[in-house]
């Protein structure tokens, strides 16, 4: 089981996704965790980082660096009023991992790569010259992490305490496991379902006749969306 693994208070209530590679060409393999567990918080960051770049590509760097736990990758655009918190969270809640973050901002007009220059210098941040999708620019920070496990981290998202912990230690104790994702929340702390099972041409057909949303916990019509797991 993932007891312990906690993920809380996305804000304004958005499906947000999470997702850990074990190793950097395993197969990912996403994973529902269950509670919160408890931490308790270091003040230090030992890790050193490259400084900012502003083209629209990070090197592709492709070195692991074993003495940086976790690579944490965010993306953002005109994401300025939740990019604070967040990384506050991350920061905070690093505990004794060594961390590295790399935010991706896809040509916003807020001013928030200006925010992180000037209060997370820590940060490595790039600039596209343009929006080049969420996808694209995930990848342009999984191409550059160096981490041993990969964040892959929307903006509105709060780290709760001994979230890292708990998931990194769960990595480290099943080497086998590809990825791992933890229990979201929203605000209210009510439960954001985070898990599909892979799809099929039938789970399909249900999706688009809309029978999955109809019977969310029937075995069969609402097995992708997995409404009946508990």
């Known amino acids: 089981t993932l007891s312990n693994l906690g993920f809380g208070n996305t804000s304004k209530g958005s499906f947000r996704y999470m997702e850990w ?47 940086i736990d976790l690579s944490v990758v965010i993306v953002i655009w005109n994401s300025r009023e939740y990019i604070e918190e967040c990384l506050d969270g991350v920061y905070a809640n690093a505990g004794n991992h060594d ?4 935010v991706i901002d896809n040509a916003s007009t807020d001013g928030g790569a200006d925010l992180i220059l000037r209060c997370y210098p820590d940060a490595r941040l790039t600039v596209n010259d343009r929006n080049r999708g969420c996808s694209v620019a995930f990848n342009q920070g999984l191409q550059a992490s160096k981490g041993r496990y990969i964040q892959i ?39 954001q379902p985070s898990c599909r099972t892979f799809p099929t041409i ?17 075995p069969v019509f609402g097995r992708w969306r997995m409404g009946d797991f508990d």
């Open 21 to 67: 590679r074990a190793q950097r060409f395993s197969t990912d393999l996403t994973l529902p965790g269950s509670s919160h567990g408890s931490w308790i918080m270091s003040a230090t960051h030992k890790t050193t980082l490259e400084p900012r770049i502003r083209s629209g590509q990070i090197p592709d760097t492709k070195v692991h660096d074993d003495t």
């Open 99 to 102: 961390i590295e973050v790399l």
């Open 153 to 191: 981290l929307c903006p509105d998202t709060i780290v709760q305490p001994a979230t890292f912990d708990a998931m990194i230690a769960f990595l480290d104790a099943h080497p086998c496991t590809g990825a791992v994702g933890p229990r979201l929340t929203y605000p209210d702390g009510r439960p």
């Open 202 to 218: 039938t789970t399909l057909v249900w999706e688009f006749l809309g029978l999955s949303r109809l019977f969310p916990r029937h």
